[in-house]
């Protein structure tokens, strides 16, 4: 079991910048996959980004590529997600999730198996 907590959002200001952070807890830190959804109201769920605890690499969401950047700090157990150049249009809540199973592709949400409560992001214009 994955227990995941998200903080860091609000409201921002287009052009701004936040830091969304995910802590994972609960089960051994194996190198699994951590990833960012969104999803704004009415819409479907909308892959942001993902990387692995310890092989490293990134994927990106169209959508974020050159402006938002996911990272962790394996000692404390915490994936970040740096969103720059902020929109209106990323207004949405974001979402934490870890998938433990292998071989799965990792920008749909049907391969994380656990997930964070979601933090809100709003973007005026």
């Known amino acids: 079991q994955v227990q995941l907590v998200e903080s860091g959002g609000g409201s921002v200001q287009a052009g701004g910048s936040l830091r969304l952070s995910c802590t994972a807890s609960?089960?051994?830190?194996?190198?699994?996959?951590m990833g960012w959804f969104r999803q704004a109201p009415g819409k479907e769920r909308e892959f942001v980004a993902a990387?692995?605890?310890?092989?490293?690499?990134?994927i990106y969401g169209d959508s974020v590529k050159g402006r938002f950047t996911i990272s962790t700090d394996n000692a404390k157990s915490t994936v970040y997600l740096q969103m720059n150049s902020l929109k209106p249009e990323d207004t949405a809540v974001y979402y934490c999730?870890?998938?433990?199973?292998?071989?799965?592709?990792?920008?749909?949400?049907?391969?994380?198996?656990?997930w964070g409560q979601g933090t809100q992001v709003t973007v005026s214009s």
């Open positions: 990387t692995r605890w310890i092989a490293g690499g990134t």
């Open positions: 609960g089960s051994a830190l194996i190198d699994y996959y």
């Open positions: 999730a870890a998938a433990t199973r292998y071989g799965r592709t990792y920008t749909l949400s049907s391969a994380y198996n656990f």
